[in-house]
């Protein structure tokens, strides 16, 4: 969809008498909106700061400041670094490939690029350890060389970016298709470089929609949890994510500890939503001075 | 590069950025994929029928498809309802509700799993009051139902949303200057706009909710043959080294996630092919 409808649409006010509803149809209608919400999000919401914080604040910050949480919250950012910047060059790649050229097989690719989203994310584990497991027709060879990939970083890594792969490549997919090519070509005709072009034109009309598909793409890699479970072997310490952290806290009882270690990436999932409202204004209000001059 | 096969452009950059595009897809996504289907070829047609027709693996079937399409349809309802009260009134808080509509695709699986099992748990804060109802929800199917609604409450509101706030208003007024009361105008004008986006959205929360794994084991109680969704089973053949039954039971899941993808760009297709025509 055109960012520039939106814009002009929220502008709209639907007072108008002909198309409105009779102001009890109104709140019947925003109060169910409310209930649902309020059932599925907002207590939701509430309860996993209220649970962190059952036996006060010290207990709280205790929950993470221990050596095994500390291991797994360095884990999910080491993950996250190398998966991340991966899937933001991937994305631009793609990008640029599809949105600036003409060539066959391009819808299929489009397409194509999608699928990890369809997959389930037990799925995406599994087929690394078809691959690399000591039962693959790999695995003797990766023994005999001492290469750990299953149970061990690179497999968690691996699943991290099958399941991430496709948040960058989403958002500037659309958004650089829409922009066209005249920029560039000009750029080009006017004797700039490859790179000088891609640096100067294009990076600066994509680089919001760029932010937010890296703030998307980390928020999923940070909190990864199924992919992550079948390749992780859950070693304390070692191979345990923040999301498996919390899984094994709960598991062993340890309710406050685990929506301690949960409400740190509730604060990212804030953080990342809080981005995308952020950006979505700012792109509106961008497409609106164009509009105007 | 076979040159021919794409249009010519003075802008550089194609071979590279084509080719690392196609090279690091196949490698992370394709050739890993691929595998799935070469491990589960090395069995007998019979072999494989057996392993994805036990009656465990049908429970799970019916668990988690079942309970996806309700959740999908509750979502349809409810959803729509969302959409249309974001778009077309004003209310306090409005912004905040929109840009939280989004948090179950932004919480982790995890952490929406064990915040579900406490608050449906028949201590929770809603659990003890659907308790002397006689409703179970933690530990039961009604509880995969509840999780997997959670994880597909954004997919409706945000394909229903653009299509509401695209909607051109002028042709309401039409209907109700030529005589239609609200309610006729609603199901005469606007629903038959919104159809392809509501269905679309509706396949989009089912087909995320099928392969959802890590909100569902917390709140499910995992029972065999009763709340055993099939990514479980999966997960549980693969913790016994039964990697053929995991593959099999892989297998059909990817296949039918297929077959749904397939489904929502055919309803994608529609929808826009019908706002051409306009």
């Given at each position: 969809m055109n960012p520039v409808t939106i814009a002009t649409n929220t502008d709209l006010q639907w007072k108008d008498s002909l198309t409105t509803e009779s102001s009890l149809?109104?709140?019947?209608?925003?109060?169910?909106?409310?209930?649902?919400?309020?059932?599925?999000?907002?207590?939701?919401?509430?309860?996993?700061?209220?649970?962190?914080l059952k036996h006060g604040?010290?207990?709280?910050?205790?929950?993470?400041?221990?050596?095994?949480?500390?291991?797994?919250?360095?884990?999910?950012?080491?993950?996250?670094?190398?998966?991340?910047?991966?899937?933001?060059?991937?994305?631009?790649?793609?990008?640029?490939?599809?949105?600036?050229?003409?060539?066959?097989?391009?819808?299929?690719?489009?397409?194509?690029?999608?699928?990890?989203?369809?997959?389930?994310p037990v799925i995406s584990g599994l087929i690394y350890v078809l691959l690399f497991g000591a039962q693959s027709w790999l695995g003797p060879w990766l023994a005999e060389h001492?290469?750990?990939?299953?149970?061990?970083?690179?497999?968690?890594?691996?699943?991290?970016?099958?399941v991430t792969v496709p948040f960058v490549a989403r958002e500037l997919i659309p958004l650089m298709q829409s922009q066209g090519r005249e920029e560039e070509e000009a750029a080009i005709t006017l004797g700039a470089s490859g790179w000088q072009t891609f640096t100067r034109v294009t990076l600066p009309n994509i680089k919001w929609s760029l932010l937010y598909g890296v703030i998307l793409c980390n928020a999923r890699a940070m909190g990864e949890f199924g992919a992550v479970s079948v390749v992780s072997g859950h070693i304390r310490g070692l191979t345990n994510t923040m999301p498996l952290h919390v899984e094994i806290l709960y598991n062993e009882y340890n309710a406050v500890a685990a929506f301690g270690v949960a409400s740190l990436l509730t604060l990212l999932a804030i953080v990342t939503l809080s981005a995308k409202a952020l950006i979505e204004r700012k792109t509106v209000s961008l497409n609106r001075q164009n509009i105007h001059v | 590069m076979n040159l021919s096969l794409k249009q010519p452009s003075v802008l550089p950059g194609f071979g590279l950025t084509l080719g690392f595009t196609l090279f690091y897809f196949s490698l992370i996504v394709l050739i890993p994929l691929s595998g799935l289907f070469v491990k589960t070829s090395s069995l007998s047609w019979e072999q494989f029928w057996n392993i994805v027709t036990t009656p465990r693996a049908i429970a799970s079937y019916q668990l988690t498809f079942g309970a996806s399409l309700v959740g999908a349809f509750i979502n349809g309802i409810f959803g729509s309802i969302i959409a249309w009260v974001l778009v077309r009134y004003h209310f306090p808080g409005r912004s905040v509700v929109d840009a939280l509509v989004d948090l179950p695709f932004?919480?982790?699986?995890?952490?929406?799993?064990?915040?579900?099992?406490?608050?449906?748990?028949?201590?929770?804060w809603i659990g003890r009051y659907l308790e002397p109802l006689g409703i179970k929800v933690a530990f039961t199917p009604l509880g995969v139902l509840v999780a997997l609604t959670f994880i597909g409450l954004p997919f409706v509101v945000r394909t229903v949303q653009p299509v509401l706030q695209d909607l051109d208003r002028?042709?309401?007024?039409?209907?109700?200057?030529?005589?239609?009361?609200?309610?006729?105008?609603?199901?005469?004008?606007?629903?038959?706009?919104?159809?392809?986006?509501?269905?679309?959205?509706?396949?989009?929360?089912?087909?995320?909710?099928?392969?959802?794994?890590?909100?569902?084991?917390?709140?499910?109680?995992?029972?065999?043959?009763?709340?055993?969704?099939?990514?479980?089973?999966?997960?549980?053949?693969?913790?016994?080294?039964?990697y053929a039954g995991a593959t099999s039971l892989g297998v059909v899941m990817l296949v039918t996630s297929f077959v749904v993808a397939l489904m929502i760009n055919l309803l994608q297709w529609w929808s826009s092919a019908r706002h051409m025509n306009q």
């Open positions: 149809v109104r709140w019947v209608l925003i109060g169910t909106a409310f209930l649902y919400l309020t059932l599925f999000l907002f207590v939701p919401l509430v309860a996993i700061f209220t649970e962190a604040l010290s207990s709280y910050v205790d929950s993470f400041l221990n050596d095994d949480a500390l291991a797994a919250i360095r884990l999910t950012l080491l993950v996250a670094a190398v998966a991340v910047p991966l899937n933001a060059l991937f994305g631009v790649a793609a990008a640029w490939a599809i949105a600036k050229f003409e060539f066959v097989g391009k819808q299929a690719l489009i397409t194509l690029i999608d699928m990890p989203l369809a997959v389930s001492d290469i750990k990939i299953i149970f061990a970083l690179p497999g968690i890594v691996l699943a991290t970016i099958f | 932004a919480l982790p699986t995890a952490v929406a799993g064990i915040t579900l099992t406490s608050i449906y748990a028949s201590n929770g002028e042709v309401e007024e039409a209907a109700t200057t030529l005589g239609a009361n609200r309610w006729q105008t609603f199901w005469a004008v606007i629903v038959p706009e919104l159809w392809p986006a509501l269905l679309t959205g509706i396949a989009m929360a089912f087909a995320r909710a099928v392969g959802e794994y890590g909100s569902v084991i917390f709140i499910a109680g995992n029972m065999p043959l009763k709340s055993e969704i099939t990514p479980l089973l999966i997960m549980t053949k693969l913790e016994q080294y039964d």
